[in-house]
Structures are given as structure tokens and as C-alpha cells.
């Protein structure tokens, strides 16, 4: 089972508490004060992670607490602080809150670390509170309780890429054939159940992008029908889409009607989406109706379309080519955006 949407509950640890204490010792029967100080709470942190599919752990242990601090001793002995409790997660995981709904963090790299929430200040022994005035104080904090909080975990994939089709389109095939990604593929609807990110290397040109297969979509995705957001909230980051279409029309389909629904799905879900970079991949060029299907399907889509086999593997440097421009043309967009943040 793939989790990428899961409930949690994070507790950072509290501080321990301040000693009270006076000094005893055969000559000083009336030593003064050596209350120690309580330790700080951990704290709690995400830290984005590659290596770290989905949120299987998480799922199984929803609750998560990082050490309390120890409390302070006589003899002048602080508490030792808490240890910090660093929770690895996905890349392109969204932290949220469950009582307003708001984003409370995100990470979008391989080691990208938020802190979450601060542990308890640790209390004051009375050694603290000794002055001249005051020479044997008697007293002492408590140590601060450690903030608490209530989220949902998100993911979110992270690719340059984004996949899309109609079940049994081809798109696993794809990923199969052109990445170092080897999704599950069969000859039946829904064979891919989640989300799959390979890497398409480019060796002459020192560079590589990345792909993500998302699940087969269907009409009423965007109202959450079938897999319906689970899926579709995994195209939000995607620089370029691509959508698959079945060209030869298996099973009565027809291409032009396929690319008329996932775009609307599309835009009904989030206007912005259909915006990105769109390419076309016409699969299955190597089926008998599949040519006179292309011809009709170039009259109504303004999309440049690369006609593919996944069989015979036609058209597949042509397409990874468009691709790369594709995501190398976004990528110099964004480089220059952040520039200009950078010089304001």
C-alpha cells in the first residue's frame, strides 16, 4: 500500500524541572544553594529525504515525541537537554495543520530540515535565584511544558515531468523503456496504483530529468472520483506535462475525446495546471487505426503531438528531446525569477 496522505501528531519535549537543594557537608552544615537547572525539551523537525518513498511509518505511528529534559540536581548538576527527534520524509511532502487547513511547512530538497516545534525551557534550580539580599532562596521553576500540534502529511511529487493518460495509455511502458524506473505494467486498468518518479539521463548534454507516472485518471477525477486528488495533487509541481493518449482507440475510445476530458479534469481541479508546458504523446502508432486517428487528432489539438510506439520504439528520441528543451526552457525561467527576487 502507498501512502502520500497521512494524519499525525508531533510533541516536542518538555523541560525538566529546576532542583532544590542546599549544600551539606560536614564543615559546611549551613552551605548555601546548589539547586541545578532542569534541561531543555528536543525539539521537532522534518527533514526532506530521497530515500524515503511514502509515508508507510508515519501511517503506522501517527504520534511522535521528542525527549523531555532531565531535571536538575544538587550539587550545582544541570539537566541534561532533551534529545531533538528529526523525522525524515519524502521530498515535495506539505505539512498542514488540522485545525485551520494552513501549509505549515514544505521540503523541497534532499536535506532540507524545518523545525516544527520548540521544546520546553528547562526551570531554574535556586542556585540561580541566590543575590546578596537573598542568600538562601528557596525557590524554583518547573520546567516549561513542549509544544504540541496536530498535521497532515502531503506529498506531493516533485518531477519535471509529469505523466498523464488514461488507464492502460501506455505511461508505465514509457517510464519503463526511457528511465531507470520500472513501474508495474499489465494489460488492465489501474496496473499503476501510485505515483512512480524515474530518471531520463541525457549523457551528450550532461543533464537528466525527472519523470513521474501518475496514475490513470478518469472522467470526474477532479470531484475526487476513482483515485481522483489522490493523483492529481501530484501534478501541482510538475514543470512540463505530457499526456499519453491511446491513439489506436482500444476498446471504442476515441484520442481526441481522451485529450478533451484530462485537460478539462485538469482545469477543473486547478485552473493553473493547464498552463504548464503540454506535450502530447500519441501512443501505439504501431496499431492499424492508429494513423488515421493522428491526422484527426492534429486537426484539433493546438499541442505539439510526437507520434510513439512503445513497441517498436518510434518516435521516442524525438519526444525526450522536446522534453529537455521543454523543462530546460522552464528551469532558465525560474533561475531568472529568483535573480530578480534576489536583486529586490
Excluded at 11 to 16: E, I, L, P, T
Excluded at 265 to 277: I, N
Excluded at 288 to 295: I, R
Aim: a negative charge; glycine letters at 12%.
Amino acid at each position: 500500500m502507498f501512502y502520500d496522505e497521512v494524519k499525525v501528531s508531533f510533541k516536542a519535549g518538555n523541560g525538566g524541572d529546576g532542583c532544590f537543594s542546599f549544600r551539606r557537608a560536614k564543615y559546611e552544615p549551613k552551605g548555601g544553594p546548589d539547586g541545578g537547572n532542569g534541561g531543555r525539551g528536543g525539539n521537532v523537525y522534518i527533514e526532506g529525504d530521497t530515500n524515503v518513498a511514502d509515508l508507510t511509518r508515519f501511517h503506522f505511528k501517527p504520534g511522535w515525541q521528542a525527549k523531555n529534559g532531565e531535571p536538575g540536581r544538587g550539587s550545582d548538576q544541570h539537566g541534561a537537554n532533551g534529545d531533538d527527534i528529526i523525522l525524515k520524509i519524502p521530498v515535495g511532502t506539505i505539512l498542514v495543520d488540522r485545525e485551520t487547513g494552513d501549509p505549515v511547512a514544505e521540503v523541497l530538497e534532499h536535506g532540507d530540515r524545518v523545525q516544527i516545534l520548540e521544546g520546553g525551557e528547562g526551570g531554574k534550580g535556586n542556585m540561580v535565584f541566590k543575590s546578596s539580599t537573598n542568600q538562601a532562596p528557596r525557590q524554583f521553576t518547573p520546567g516549561k511544558l513542549g509544544e504540541t500540534g496536530d498535521y497532515r502529511l502531503v506529498i506531493k511529487t516533485i518531477a519535471d515531468v509529469g505523466l498523464i493518460g488514461f488507464p492502460n495509455a501506455g505511461k508505465s511502458t514509457l517510464l519503463n523503456m526511457v528511465t531507470n524506473a520500472h513501474p508495474k505494467t499489465g494489460a488492465y486498468p489501474f496496473t499503476t496504483m501510485f505515483p512512480t518518479v524515474g530518471v531520463l539521463e541525457f549523457p551528450e548534454q550532461y543533464e537528466r530529468i525527472t519523470v513521474a507516472d501518475i496514475p490513470g485518471l478518469i472522467e470526474g477525477a477532479s470531484e475526487n472520483r476513482g483515485l481522483g486528488h489522490r493523483f492529481l495533487k501530484h501534478v501541482e509541481r510538475c514543470k512540463v506535462l505530457l499526456i499519453m493518449l491511446d491513439t489506436q482507440g482500444t476498446d471504442g475510445r476515441e484520442p481526441i475525446a481522451d485529450y478533451r476530458v484530462l485537460v478539462n479534469e485538469l482545469k477543473l481541479y486547478m485552473p493553473g495546471l493547464v498552463r504548464k508546458p503540454v506535450l502530447i504523446a500519441a501512443n501505439k502508432m504501431d496499431e492499424p487505426d492508429a494513423p488515421n486517428n493522428l491526422k484527426a487528432l492534429k486537426k484539433k489539438v493546438k499541442e505539439e503531438i510526437y507520434p510513439i510506439s512503445c513497441v517498436s520504439d518510434e518516435g521516442f528520441e524525438e519526444l525526450k528531446q522536446a522534453l529537455l528543451r521543454e523543462v530546460l526552457s522552464v528551469r532558465a525561467a525560474e533561475a531568472k525569477l529568483e535573480k530578480v527576487d534576489e536583486d529586490d
